[in-house]
Nanobody, 120 residues
Framework: QVLLAESGGGLVQPGGSLRLSCVASGSIYSITTWGWYRQAPGKQRELVAR???????NYADSMKGRSAISRDKAKNTIYLQMNNLRPEDTAVYYC??????????????WGQGTQVTVSS
């Protein structure tokens, strides 16, 4: 079993910045794809940013130029730096990881989420 723990959410004013972190623990051989998703009240969960096994990244159009995803392989940790935050960025942000466990099993895990609220 792989557990993901997010941190770094909170209340920020419009135009502010936050850095989210997600740490994976458990029986991990390799995490190939990491992603940050978010879900606002009454809306579907959507992709914010993703980093792939080859270090390529994908961003939601709304987050391009305002966010950066990165990872520390040695620490099984990813980060999401978000700048110039807007009220519409308010949501619960979830970490997702896919890869392989030490037994060769496929891993697909979600974190519990961290609340980001952008408000004056």
């Amino acid at each position: 079993q792989v557990l993901l723990a997010e941190s770094g959410g909170g209340l920020v004013q419009p135009g502010g910045s936050l850095r989210l972190s997600c740490v994976a623990s458990g029986s991990i051989y390799s995490i190939t794809t990491w992603g940050w998703y978010r879900q606002a009240p009454g809306k579907q969960r959507e992709l914010v940013a993703r980093i792939n096994y080859d270090e390529t990244t994908n961003y939601a159009d709304s987050m391009k130029g305002r966010s950066a995803i990165s990872r520390d392989k040695a620490k099984n940790t990813i980060y999401l730096q978000m700048n110039n935050l807007r009220p519409e960025d308010t949501a619960v942000y979830y970490c997702h990881a896919e890869g392989y466990g030490e037994s060769g099993n496929h891993i697909g895990s979600w974190g519990q989420g961290t609340q980001v609220t952008v408000s004056s």
